[in-house]
């Protein structure tokens, strides 16, 4: 088969011919080794393209990075540059300097850094080479008829704007440069409409908007919007939506519209900030206290902090919208570094729901249900309003028990309780939620026969199963992560919801933000307590926000809607802040204690993970790489300004038969710590020879 034109010929690798020119180049690969790695080519090639090479006795795609007058080690080893891949222009100079700054900042090889972050056939040897690759993914893509999305969403008239969404509109249009802007506004009070105007202005400027959201299934919602106020005014399909949910080809098809301009705006998740958008001229970050921004594996970046980064580089505004943000975003804007914009009153002149505390402690609850939850649920059912009862505990019990013994059911490879689960046709499963180990629930107790297995606690699928039970003339719906894995099933969910075709929602966080509930007039929270006295010092924030975030849905279109919130502790000042609505309150008392005990944002940390079969091994590397420091004063000129805890634990140990244990690193000064790091992680490939123990860091981690 000829290779396209767009592609060089391959070239096998071979002795070098002296009378040939060569090109030095050095390629960032995507292997978990420090520095870039020479090649040579006989033709010019450009930074940012991409290239095959050869690596150990397996083929690799990387990106070139730099071009060299003579290579780093003798040239007669510099191997030949397989195959250039000139189907793509090379990756534009903005792209590179992001994902310089990403391997830079969190301390990882830049290879790392560039091709995860690419569709994965653009970095793909077999989507190049071989019988079926046919000239590569672009080639293959660009050849396929393409057709604009059918959509039967009608264009939609602009709102009338309140006061403080016009002023918010017309600060962030009138931005020149960079600046970044904090969109605090309450639930429902119109937060979307100032990002449509914001977008509608950068576009009418032949710019391109970048959206983020923090989760797939708040795309759908987002895009009826985007096409109905946007992409119809401009008389074209100029939305590209990218989400981890995308099919390979999907995601490689929408990348391409926007690398190359066709479409003028990116709605995405966290993954979209490393899209290359040629004319990017706004970055609008939805929910940006959300944690769904921080990736928790690989390259464990925020794509928010990156979005600012980037806009900052760019020289272009960013706006961090929430009603619910971030402390650290928070306290940039009380210092003047972020520009704060207020939306103080609901849109659509709709009022806050009243926020009520029930007292537990010394009610008789039926399957975590309070008498005035109950009865609550009652009256609006009467009046034929939408009921919300929110538990973020998904199954249907966290555990299975024997009272005769006291056996439990633990998962046999974690530290960590298997959950209950009903499954269609009447089978119940014990599965675990940290490595995914599944069982048929034992018919006796393992340990000493008993028969009577009772189920301890309730998650979602037990309350639902208790409300059918309760209100068996209700339409009820579950909306979790078990009752949304098959592909469209969310959206299908919430559009029976927004269609008033369900009268009570039970389900987890996926219901508690950003979606618009025209007839909800009652939201009922079931223990909440449970993330009060966790060992990380964040989760009063975390609770604070998700508490006030699903409160929002109610009464979003109606008067006189309510919020039940259980708990054994109503003193808490989380919930008293809750019942008044109180952000600012909330935020200036959680701030004043991280004043006084020196955390984020009054400092900075990072996260040395380290696992292994058995926790010693784990521990003794965490322990070496401690106490190396102390060992060697003389590499680290910062180092009295940091502070390296002792190794631990994590609270569970034991994921998938690896035991795990962490050391923080604290610094007050963000240039010292990673002015240490970056000395410190030179040294651990000397630290880690043994090949039992994998380790990771994580900077500004999100959970402790």
């Known amino acids: 088969m000829t290779a396209p034109s767009s592609i060089l010929p391959s070239r096998e690798p071979g002795p070098h011919n002296a009378d040939a020119p060569a090109y030095w180049l050095r390629v960032a690969l995507d292997v978990p080794l420090p520095g870039l790695f020479d090649y040579r080519s006989d033709q010019d090639v450009a930074v940012g393209t991409r290239v095959i090479v050869p690596f150990g006795r397996r083929k690799m795609v990387g990106v070139v990075v730099q071009l060299e007058d003579q290579p780093t080690i003798d040239a007669h080893l510099v191997k030949p540059v397989e195959q250039i891949l000139s189907d793509l222009p090379p990756m534009p100079d903005d792209w590179m300097r992001l994902a310089r700054f990403a391997a830079q900042y969190y301390q990882r090889p830049l290879g790392e850094v560039m091709l995860p972050c690419l569709p994965t056939g653009l970095r793909k040897v077999s989507a190049y080479q071989g019988k079926r690759s046919g000239g590569g993914p672009v080639v293959r893509s660009d050849a396929r008829k393409q057709s604009a999305p059918a959509s039967d969403v009608t264009p939609a008239a602009a709102p009338q704007l309140n006061a403080d969404q016009e002023k918010a509109v017309n600060e962030i249009c009138g931005i020149q440069g960079f600046k970044a802007v904090l969109l605090h506004g309450i639930t429902g009070s119109g937060k979307t409409e100032v990002y449509l105007r914001a977008a509608q202005h950068a576009l009418a400027q032949g710019r391109q908007v970048l959206f983020m959201v923090p989760e797939i299934n708040l795309t759908p919602q987002l895009e009826r919007s985007l096409r109905a106020r946007l992409t119809a005014v401009a008389g074209g399909d100029i939305l590209a939506v990218m989400h981890s949910g995308l099919a390979d080809g999907e995601r490689l098809r929408a990348w391409l519209r926007v690398q190359r301009g066709q479409a003028r705006i990116l709605l995405g998740t966290r993954l979209a900030i490393f899209t290359p958008l040629p004319d990017l001229g706004l970055i609008i970050v939805d929910e940006e206290h959300d944690a769904s921004y921080k990736q928790q594996d690989g390259l464990r970046y925020s ?140 018919r006796a107790c393992p340990d000493c026969g008993d028969q009577d297995l009772r189920p301890m606690g309730r998650g979602t699928q037990r309350v639902e199963e208790h409300l059918a039970e309760l209100f068996p003339d209700a339409r009820i719906a579950r909306i979790d992560a078990d009752s949304t894995r098959l592909k469209g099933s969310a959206e299908a969910l919430f559009a029976k919801v927004h269609a008033g075709e369900v009268d009570i929602l039970v389900g987890t966080q996926m219901v508690a933000k950003g979606h618009d509930f025209s007839n909800l007039g009652l939201v009922g929270v079931l223990n909440a307590d449970s993330m009060l006295f966790s060992q990380d010092f964040r989760a009063p924030e975390r609770l604070f926000a998700q508490l006030m975030q699903v409160a929002g849905r109610a009464g979003r279109h109606l008067k006189g809607a309510e919020v039940i919130i259980q708990t054994d502790y109503p003193e808490q000042p989380v919930y008293q802040a809750l019942t008044r609505h109180d952000y600012k309150g909330f935020a200036e008392y959680a701030l004043t204690e991280r004043r006084a005990v020196g955390l984020p944002p009054f400092a900075h940390q990072a996260l040395l993970t380290a ?86 860091l994580e900077v500004d981690p999100l959970e402790i």
């Open 303 to 442: 794509a928010r902090d990156l979005a600012v980064w980037r806009a900052h580089d760019l020289g272009i505004p960013v706006v961090l919208g929430s009603a619910t943000p971030s402390l650290e975003s928070w306290h940039h804007a009380q210092t003047g570094q972020y520009l704060l914009l207020s939306l103080t009153h609901r849109a659509r002149d709709a009022e806050l729901p009243a926020v009520r505390l029930v007292d537990t402690r010394r009610l008789a609850l039926e399957q975590g249900l309070s008498p005035h939850l109950v009865t609550a649920m009652q009256e609006r059912l009467q009046d034929k309003q939408q009921c919300l009862v929110f538990l973020n505990r998904r199954g249907y019990a966290p555990v299975l028990s024997c009272a005769s013994c006291g056996w439990v059911s633990q998962c046999t490879r974690c530290t960590a309780y298997t959950v209950l689960h009903r499954a269609r046709g009447g089978r119940n499963l014990l599965s675990c939620h940290h490595c995914g180990y599944r069982s048929q629930v034992p």
């Open 611 to 696: 696992e292994a079969r058995e926790l010693r091994l784990a521990m003794d590397f965490l322990s070496a790489a401690r106490d190396f420091v102390g060992q060697h004063p003389d590499r680290f000129p910062a180092a009295d300004l940091i502070t390296l805890y002792d190794p631990v634990p994590l609270r569970v140990v034991r994921v998938a038969n690896i035991e795990r244990a962490q050391l923080l690193v604290e610094s007050s000064s963000r240039p010292a710590l990673q002015a240490f790091l970056s000395v410190w992680m030179q040294a651990m490939p000397q630290l880690a020879v043994d090949t039992r123990v994998r380790w990771q």
